[in-house]
């Protein structure tokens, strides 16, 4: 007697043939990644990667609009400045001009009060933001990685950053009196926290699987800190320490605009208060543009450079509109 699988009949299994190309496509993708033996991908890739070579080579000569963009935007800054003062607003010893001012600073720059100024309040500034690095960088990896003490001083820090530097002024003149301790307090206050804040925000960035390849590979907590979770937080890093630089600079100007006299020495603060004492908008204005233009030459020559190169060891400069 026949069984069903003598009885059943055969289904004829489909055939696959190179001509459907839906099948041949599908196939070639499955089997053989590779494009050898196309002339038209193999001259597609080609292209693609002359165009990555030429962008390279571009990228890597001179960018002029790094030079002329700025330089447009001061000019045209300068020329509304001056169109404003021309119109008659406003009296020209309360609102001088751009030409007025370039005088006044030549005449400050003559009697050396402009060199002594930025002299005082760059060093103050370097030293009590390099101070602060020192400070902040083993706080922060503390807080990053141990979660009870993130927990019970991580709004501490949060508030100390929000806080306005210049409310420390006047505890440091009663704790400090009329010497560079209270500047150096007022900076150390204003940058600590930012920095240590933008490394938490790095470290939390870090994806979990560092941590435990470092482990697996025998690193103890001060190895896994340094060599692994440091140089991978640098990009919140790097935030946080130009945030720091800037409320330094700011703490530095606002302590010696209000702490004049005893030792303190002649700052660009200093400058600010003698040119509001006597009514003298010249100096209030040479004292602003050295300001500003302390604060453009310390990104432009120190933390744009720095992150510039961070970005493109990691792969990031190409996206950035740096």
Known sequence: MPTDQETRPAIPEPEVTPEDPFLESETRHITSPS?????DELRALEAGLDKLQSDAGRKAGIDWTRILLPVAALVVLIL?????????FKRRDL?????????????????????????????????????????ATPLGLLLAQVQPLRRAFGPLISGLQVLPSVAWVPAAIIWFGLTDGTVYFVVLM???P??????????DQIPPQYRSVGKVLGANRFQLAVQIILPAALPG?????????AFSWRSLMAAE??????????GLGSLLDQGRALSDMSTVMAAILAILFVGIL????????IERRLLHRRGLLAGSTR
């Open 237 to 245: 890093y790097l935030s946080g320490l130009k945030q720091g630089w």
């Open 190 to 192: 204003g940058a600590i």
């Open 35 to 39: 494009i050898k033996g196309n002339p």
């Open 257 to 266: 605009i209000i702490a004049v006299g005893g030792t303190i020495g002649f």
């Open 80 to 88: 509304a400045w001056q169109i404003y003062v021309s119109l008659g």
């Open 95 to 135: 609102v001088p001009g751009p030409l007025d001012v370039a005088n006044h600073v030549g005449q400050l720059w003559g009697e050396g009060k402009i060199q002594e100024a930025v002299w005082t309040s760059l060093q103050r500034g370097v030293i009590g933001f390099l101070i602060s690095v020192v400070v």
């Open 194 to 203: 930012s920095i240590i804040n933008g490394l938490i925000s790095g470290v």
């Open 298 to 305: 310390i990104e432009l020559l120190v933390f744009a450079p």
